[in-house]
Protein backbone atom coordinates (compact mmCIF):
# COMPACT_ATOMS: atom_id res chain seq x y z
CA UNK A 1 0.00 0.00 0.00
CA UNK A 2 0.94 3.74 -0.71
CA UNK A 3 2.02 5.59 2.56
CA UNK A 4 0.48 8.87 3.02
CA UNK A 5 2.21 11.60 1.31
CA UNK A 6 3.41 14.50 2.98
CA UNK A 7 2.44 17.88 2.29
CA UNK A 8 4.06 18.73 -1.09
CA UNK A 9 6.85 21.13 -1.89
CA UNK A 10 6.23 24.64 -3.48
CA UNK A 11 6.76 23.00 -6.93
CA UNK A 12 4.82 20.07 -6.77
CA UNK A 13 7.22 17.24 -7.11
CA UNK A 14 7.05 14.08 -6.05
CA UNK A 15 9.32 11.05 -5.62
CA UNK A 16 7.86 7.69 -5.56
CA UNK A 17 9.85 4.46 -3.32
CA UNK A 18 9.68 0.85 -4.32
CA UNK A 19 11.31 -1.16 -2.08
CA UNK A 20 9.85 -5.10 -0.83
CA UNK A 21 11.16 -4.37 2.54
CA UNK A 22 8.62 -2.65 4.70
CA UNK A 23 11.17 -1.06 7.26
CA UNK A 24 13.15 0.80 4.41
CA UNK A 25 10.03 2.10 2.69
CA UNK A 26 9.49 4.04 5.92
CA UNK A 27 12.66 4.67 6.66
CA UNK A 28 13.32 6.17 3.20
CA UNK A 29 9.59 8.07 3.76
CA UNK A 30 10.66 9.74 6.87
CA UNK A 31 13.89 10.54 5.60
CA UNK A 32 12.63 12.29 2.58
CA UNK A 33 9.43 14.08 4.03
CA UNK A 34 12.02 15.38 6.76
CA UNK A 35 13.67 17.25 3.98
CA UNK A 36 10.45 18.41 2.46
CA UNK A 37 9.51 16.17 -0.10
CA UNK A 38 6.57 14.85 -1.37
CA UNK A 39 6.80 10.84 -1.11
CA UNK A 40 4.59 7.74 -2.07
CA UNK A 41 6.11 4.75 -1.42
CA UNK A 42 5.30 0.88 -2.75
CA UNK A 43 5.76 -2.55 -2.31
CA UNK A 44 6.32 -3.46 -5.50
CA UNK A 45 6.46 -1.81 -9.39
CA UNK A 46 2.60 -3.61 -9.54
CA UNK A 47 1.41 -1.41 -7.30
CA UNK A 48 3.73 1.26 -8.63
CA UNK A 49 2.18 1.02 -11.97
CA UNK A 50 -1.70 0.91 -10.69
CA UNK A 51 -1.13 3.76 -8.68
CA UNK A 52 -2.34 7.25 -10.75
CA UNK A 53 0.55 9.54 -11.55
CA UNK A 54 0.42 12.89 -11.15
CA UNK A 55 1.89 15.52 -13.80
CA UNK A 56 4.40 16.79 -11.28
CA UNK A 57 8.48 16.50 -11.66
CA UNK A 58 9.01 12.99 -10.37
CA UNK A 59 11.60 10.57 -9.76
CA UNK A 60 12.16 6.76 -8.77
CA UNK A 61 13.94 5.38 -5.48
CA UNK A 62 14.21 1.49 -7.04
CA UNK A 63 15.53 -1.57 -5.21
CA UNK A 64 17.34 -3.74 -7.39
CA UNK A 65 16.39 -6.67 -6.21
CA UNK A 66 12.68 -6.97 -6.12
CA UNK A 67 10.33 -10.41 -5.60
CA UNK A 68 9.70 -11.50 -8.98
CA UNK A 69 10.97 -8.93 -12.09
CA UNK A 70 14.47 -7.16 -10.80
CA UNK A 71 14.71 -3.66 -10.53
CA UNK A 72 16.85 -3.49 -14.08
CA UNK A 73 14.19 -5.66 -15.71
CA UNK A 74 11.56 -2.93 -14.39
CA UNK A 75 13.84 -0.11 -15.89
CA UNK A 76 13.83 -1.79 -18.75
CA UNK A 77 9.99 -2.31 -19.49
CA UNK A 78 9.64 1.79 -18.11
CA UNK A 79 11.99 2.52 -21.10
CA UNK A 80 10.19 0.47 -23.59
CA UNK A 81 7.20 2.23 -22.83
CA UNK A 82 8.64 5.37 -23.27
CA UNK A 83 8.87 6.58 -19.50
CA UNK A 84 11.05 9.41 -18.91
CA UNK A 85 11.36 9.06 -15.45
CA UNK A 86 14.80 9.49 -13.59
CA UNK A 87 15.51 6.61 -11.39
CA UNK A 88 18.00 6.29 -8.26
CA UNK A 89 18.97 2.83 -7.99
CA UNK A 90 19.25 1.19 -4.65
CA UNK A 91 20.90 -2.05 -3.53
CA UNK A 92 22.48 -4.23 -1.08
CA UNK A 93 23.75 -6.81 -3.15
CA UNK A 94 25.22 -4.08 -5.78
CA UNK A 95 27.93 -5.02 -7.99
CA UNK A 96 30.12 -2.91 -10.98
CA UNK A 97 28.17 -4.93 -13.56
CA UNK A 98 24.52 -4.07 -12.36
CA UNK A 99 25.71 -0.07 -11.56
CA UNK A 100 27.28 -0.03 -15.45
CA UNK A 101 23.95 -1.96 -16.48
CA UNK A 102 21.41 0.61 -14.81
CA UNK A 103 23.81 3.61 -15.43
CA UNK A 104 23.83 3.14 -19.17
CA UNK A 105 20.08 2.12 -19.43
CA UNK A 106 19.84 6.20 -18.14
CA UNK A 107 19.58 5.81 -14.25
CA UNK A 108 20.72 8.53 -12.90
CA UNK A 109 22.28 7.34 -9.67
CA UNK A 110 23.11 3.86 -8.19
CA UNK A 111 23.84 3.14 -4.73
CA UNK A 112 24.56 0.92 -2.81
CA UNK A 113 23.42 0.19 1.01
CA UNK A 114 24.30 1.26 3.57
CA UNK A 115 24.28 4.69 2.00
CA UNK A 116 24.27 8.08 3.51
CA UNK A 117 21.80 10.20 3.79
CA UNK A 118 23.20 12.82 2.42
CA UNK A 119 23.93 10.89 -0.74
CA UNK A 120 20.25 9.60 -1.64
CA UNK A 121 19.00 13.56 -0.82
CA UNK A 122 21.47 14.54 -2.84
CA UNK A 123 20.42 12.52 -6.09
CA UNK A 124 17.32 12.77 -5.73
CA UNK A 125 17.63 16.99 -5.97
CA UNK A 126 19.48 15.73 -8.88
CA UNK A 127 16.97 14.02 -10.84
CA UNK A 128 14.27 15.98 -9.53
CA UNK A 129 16.01 19.11 -10.99
CA UNK A 130 16.47 16.94 -14.50
CA UNK A 131 12.76 15.84 -14.72
CA UNK A 132 11.61 19.86 -14.04
CA UNK A 133 14.48 20.81 -17.29
CA UNK A 134 12.83 18.00 -19.13
CA UNK A 135 9.30 18.59 -18.75
CA UNK A 136 9.83 22.38 -19.60
CA UNK A 137 11.77 21.38 -22.85
CA UNK A 138 8.90 19.72 -23.58
CA UNK A 139 6.42 22.37 -22.87
CA UNK A 140 8.28 24.55 -25.02
CA UNK A 141 8.62 22.49 -27.93
CA UNK A 142 4.95 22.13 -27.73
CA UNK A 143 4.30 26.04 -27.48
CA UNK A 144 6.67 26.10 -30.53
CA UNK A 145 5.12 23.91 -32.51
CA UNK A 146 1.58 24.89 -31.75
CA UNK A 147 2.46 28.32 -32.94
CA UNK A 148 4.25 26.59 -35.78
CA UNK A 149 0.63 25.35 -36.55
CA UNK A 150 -1.58 28.55 -36.58
CA UNK A 151 0.46 30.01 -39.48
CA UNK A 152 -1.02 30.11 -42.72
CA UNK A 153 0.54 27.85 -46.00
CA UNK A 154 1.71 31.50 -46.99
CA UNK A 155 2.80 32.37 -43.94
CA UNK A 156 5.05 29.06 -43.83
CA UNK A 157 6.65 29.43 -47.06
CA UNK A 158 8.11 33.17 -46.31
CA UNK A 159 9.12 31.84 -43.10
CA UNK A 160 10.63 29.05 -44.67
CA UNK A 161 12.89 31.11 -47.65
CA UNK A 162 13.33 34.17 -44.85
CA UNK A 163 15.40 32.06 -42.43
CA UNK A 164 17.68 30.53 -45.53
CA UNK A 165 18.57 34.15 -45.96
CA UNK A 166 16.65 34.98 -49.05
CA UNK A 167 15.83 39.32 -48.67
CA UNK A 168 12.11 40.24 -49.19
CA UNK A 169 12.45 41.35 -52.86
CA UNK A 170 13.91 37.58 -53.36
CA UNK A 171 10.85 35.91 -51.35
CA UNK A 172 8.34 37.89 -53.81
CA UNK A 173 10.09 37.07 -57.04
CA UNK A 174 10.05 33.34 -56.03
CA UNK A 175 6.20 33.51 -54.36
CA UNK A 176 5.26 35.60 -57.35
CA UNK A 177 4.18 38.35 -54.79
CA UNK A 178 4.62 41.57 -54.35
CA UNK A 179 7.33 42.36 -51.52
CA UNK A 180 4.26 44.48 -49.64
CA UNK A 181 2.62 41.62 -49.54
CA UNK A 182 6.09 39.42 -48.33
CA UNK A 183 6.67 41.82 -45.83
CA UNK A 184 2.95 41.61 -44.21
CA UNK A 185 3.14 37.62 -44.25
CA UNK A 186 6.65 37.80 -42.38
CA UNK A 187 5.59 40.32 -39.79
CA UNK A 188 2.48 37.87 -39.31
CA UNK A 189 4.93 34.92 -38.99
CA UNK A 190 6.87 36.89 -36.63
CA UNK A 191 3.82 37.43 -34.09
CA UNK A 192 2.53 34.49 -34.40
CA UNK A 193 5.54 32.36 -33.65
CA UNK A 194 6.37 35.12 -30.84
CA UNK A 195 9.93 35.64 -31.93
CA UNK A 196 11.28 38.73 -30.53
CA UNK A 197 13.71 38.92 -33.10
CA UNK A 198 14.41 37.40 -36.28
CA UNK A 199 17.39 35.50 -35.15
CA UNK A 200 14.47 34.59 -32.55
CA UNK A 201 13.14 33.42 -35.44
CA UNK A 202 15.73 31.48 -37.10
CA UNK A 203 16.13 29.68 -34.11
CA UNK A 204 12.61 28.31 -33.76
CA UNK A 205 12.80 27.59 -37.72
CA UNK A 206 16.21 25.36 -36.55
CA UNK A 207 14.16 23.70 -33.72
CA UNK A 208 11.23 22.69 -36.49
CA UNK A 209 13.81 21.75 -39.19
CA UNK A 210 11.86 24.08 -41.32
CA UNK A 211 13.62 26.19 -44.43
CA UNK A 212 16.25 23.25 -44.84
CA UNK A 213 14.46 21.55 -47.59
CA UNK A 214 13.10 24.27 -49.31
Excluded: W
Amino acid sequence: MSAPSSEPQSNGSIVYVVDDDASIRDALSNLLRSAGIRVETFASTTEFLLQPKTASASCLVLDVRLQGNSGLDFQRQLVESNSAIPIIFITGHGDIEMSVKAMKAGAVDFLAKPFREQDLLDAVSSALQTDIKRRELERQSSNLHADYQSLTVREKEVMALAVRGLMNKQIAGEMNLSEITIKIHRSHAMKKMHARSFADLVRMAEALGVGHSC
